[in-house]
């Protein structure tokens, strides 16, 4: 079976720093652009970032850039998302989401809640 | 950033109704659009990519077209599991952009 399952979410003050994590199974992960979208609470999808397949190429939303950083380890079958300086307008629902590259997001996680408040 | 804007915001339908919506880009984006649907407390699923591909799995009933600037999502006959929020995206650039949703409701 296709899955995604993320981790690493929780409760953190301003200013601070999470690891999200997002493991995959049932798939050749190395193959497959993967991204981070993110929800807050009764709001839309507003999406993060976006990793190549070798990790050579990484896309990040402007509101993130320089505090978030995407990566992947293809050997764990795992895609991450550092988080830093945290704000209390990060806080949402993370989903990590596998991208078949002109297609759209064809497979999601159930999230990961991060919460920042002091 | 390119602005996705859909409409209407709310619809509210009944069962076997046909349903409509519209997705706006600020610029031209190809067929690079996605339609996403999401239930409460579930993860988005992808309904249709390319503007117009049906996603494997998901019912005829869902159809989408559109290039350019002006796309839609239809249901053409709306059925209980289909009460929910949809979402536009589009892939042709950097960042990645949705638009806010429009929720199904039951009328």
């Known amino acids: 079976e296709v899955q995604l399952v993320e981790s690493g979410g929780g409760l953190v003050q301003p200013g601070g720093s999470l690891r999200l994590s997002c493991a995959a199974s049932g798939f050749t992960f190395s193959s497959y652009w993967m991204n981070w979208v993110r929800q807050a609470p009764r709001k839309g999808l507003e999406w993060v970032a976006n990793i190549k397949q070798d990790g050579s190429e990484k896309y990040y939303v402007d509101s993130v850039k320089g505090r978030f950083t995407i990566s992947r380890d293809n050997a764990k079958n795992s895609l991450y998302l550092q988080v830093n300086s945290l704000r209390a307008e990060d806080t949402a629902i993370y989903y990590c989401?596998?991208?078949?590259?002109?297609?759209?997001?064809?497979?999601w996680g159930q999230g990961t809640t991060v919460t920042v408040s002091s | 950033d390119i602005q996705m804007t859909q409409s209407p915001s709310t619809l509210s339908a009944s069962v076997g109704d046909r349903v409509t919506i519209t997705c706006r880009a600020s610029q031209s984006i190809s067929s690079w659009l996605a339609w996403y649907q999401q239930r409460p407390g579930k993860a988005p699923k992808l309904l249709i990519y390319k503007a117009s591909g049906l996603e494997s799995g998901v019912p005829s009933r869902f159809s989408g077209s559109g290039s350019g600037t002006e796309f839609t999502l239809t249901i053409s006959s709306l059925q209980p599991d289909d009460f929910a929020t949809y979402y536009c995206q589009q892939y042709n650039s950097y960042p990645w952009t949705f638009g806010q949703g429009t929720k199904v409701e039951i009328k």
């Open positions: 989401a596998r991208e078949f590259r002109g297609y759209g997001m064809d497979v």
